[in-house]
């Protein structure tokens, strides 16, 4: 699938297909990186946000996977937050 195929289509499936079976790591991971920033207007905890961000430095080498671990586990406690009673 092409870039202009993807634009003029819109189906996510295909896409999904591509990178799965053909797509680096790398690939892999800037594909979720940039899911999350379609829906990012709805991450309303700034530790959510970091994640996000973090998730962005680790793939550009900017981030160890520690640190990007720490973003992960604020934001997981995040969602608890938010999802308590």
Excluded at 7 to 13: A, F, P, V
Aim: with cysteine; aromatic share 8%.
């Amino acid at each position: 699938m092409t870039e202009r195929e993807w634009l003029e289509n819109g189906r996510i499936g295909p896409l999904i297909f591509y990178v799965e079976n053909k797509g680096s790591e790398r690939k892999l991971r800037l594909f979720a990186h940039a899911c999350c920033r379609r829906i990012e207007h709805l991450l309303i905890d700034h530790r959510s946000l970091a994640a996000l961000a973090a998730l962005e430095n680790f793939i550009e080498g900017k981030c160890a996977k520690e640190e990007l671990e720490h973003h992960y586990r604020q934001a997981g406690e995040a969602v608890k937050a938010i999802e308590a009673p």
